[in-house]
């Protein structure tokens, strides 16, 4: 069982650049999201996903897009990449966002660095 | 606004208790998340409270309040592997996560 798959592990993008960090989950989880983690900050939330078909806004959405065109799929692209996008970046799945334990999973995470 | 606070830093010796305190202010509540993240990984889930008191889960419990926006996490018979950054969160009215920005846990021989 992989869990949430996320890829590539480390980028480095000129600014300008444009580039997709893919994720994948095997454990038919309704919920999807992206954070980034930045230091001395707390997990914001970038966009996330409630089902097939349903994508939403988070907290930091600028610069960045998804879809979320099957269950097992979440991909994150960044549109123009900016020096102000260097990060770690993870995907995280629950079976619901709504119930009670709203347990995450999260892949490895992607460290993009951006010149 | 929506805050979650915790300490950034604790440092404990091997073999002792440690408690890490958190308090959050957010619209809405629908429980409390502790996660586990050590250094280069992702966060890992530890313990989910949504009503009063002490949760207990082998070494490590969790406890919450309420009405004073306020939980814990004790950590036992602390291990040299226990070292990470433990991760706050609190479910908001909207079933998002806010997040504290993690306390570093130092464990000395």
């Known amino acids: 069982n992989a869990g949430v798959t996320q890829t590539p592990k480390f980028q480095v993008l000129k600014t300008g650049q444009s580039m997709t960090l893919q994720c994948a989950q095997d454990?038919?989880?309704?919920?999807m999201s992206w954070y980034r983690q930045d230091p001395g900050m707390g997990l914001r939330l970038i966009h996330y996903?409630?089902?097939?078909?349903?994508?939403d806004q988070g907290e930091v959405p600028n610069g960045y897009n998804v879809s979320r065109s099957t269950t097992e799929d979440f991909p994150l692209r960044l549109l123009s990449a900016a020096p102000s996008q260097t990060s770690v970046y993870f995907c995280?799945?629950?079976?619901?966002?709504?119930?009670?334990?709203?347990?995450?999973?999260f892949g490895e995470g992607s460290r993009l660095t951006v010149l | 606004g929506q805050n979650i606070d915790q300490p950034t830093e604790m440092t404990a010796t091997e073999g002792a208790i440690v408690q890490i305190n958190c308090t959050y202010q957010?619209?809405?509540?629908?429980?409390l998340f502790w996660y586990q993240q050590h250094a280069g990984e992702a966060p890992t889930f530890l313990s989910y409270?949504?009503l009063d008191g002490l949760e207990e889960k082998g070494r490590f419990s969790s406890f919450l309040s309420r009405s004073k926006g306020y939980s814990y996490l004790l950590l036992k018979e602390l291990q040299m592997k226990d070292s990470a950054s433990y991760l706050c969160?609190?479910?908001?009215?909207?079933?998002?996560?806010?997040w504290g920005a993690g306390t570093k846990l130092i464990i000395k021989p």
């Open positions: 995280a799945s629950s079976y619901s966002n709504r119930e009670n334990t709203g347990e995450l999973f």
């Open positions: 996903s409630v089902g097939a078909g349903i994508t």
């Open positions: 409270n949504v």
């Open positions: 454990m038919n989880h309704e919920y």
């Open positions: 969160a609190a479910l908001d009215s909207n079933y998002q996560l806010i």
């Open positions: 957010t619209s809405g509540f629908n429980g």
